[in-house]
């Protein structure tokens, strides 16, 4: 059973930087950290969750395009962290920020996706004053 735990949110200005964590912690069968797609969804008030960023265990990545050129993800395999960098925020990025791990083979195959993973983190508030 693998568990997820963000952390790093806070309350930020307009144009500011920040960045959050997500570390895992457990593991599935015959399954490593490293072998995990890991992405990271987002939700604000009285909206839908929403695709954020995605990356694969070789390290390929995909981002919405609401986020792309400002937001980085990375991850340390060795801490089994997932990292999520946001800088020029605006208030439109007030969120909470979730971070979700594919552990094993679904049918889905798009990172977009939210049942493209099995395992999700509590979630951690990210807002952007203006």
């Not at 568990?3 to 500011?16: A, F, K, M, R």
């Not at 395009?65 to 800088?87: E, H, P, W, Y």
Request: net charge positive.
């Amino acid at each position: 059973q693998v568990q997820l735990v963000e952390s790093g949110g806070g309350l930020v200005q307009t144009g500011g930087s920040l960045r959050v964590s997500c570390a895992a912690s457990g593991r599935t069968t015959g399954r490593t950290f490293s072998t995990y797609a890991m992405g990271w969804f987002r939700q604000a008030p009285g909206k839908e969750r929403e695709f954020v960023a995605a990356i694969r265990s070789a390290g390929s990545t995909d981002y919405a395009n609401s986020v792309k050129g400002r937001f980085t993800i990375s991850r340390d395999n060795a801490k089994s962290t997932v990292f999520l960098q946001m800088n020029s925020l605006n208030p439109e990025d007030t969120a909470v920020y979730y971070c979700a791990a594919r552990t094993r083979a679904l049918g889905i195959i798009t990172p977009s996706q939210r049942n493209y993973y099995d395992t999700w983190g509590q979630g951690t508030q990210v807002t952007v004053s203006p």
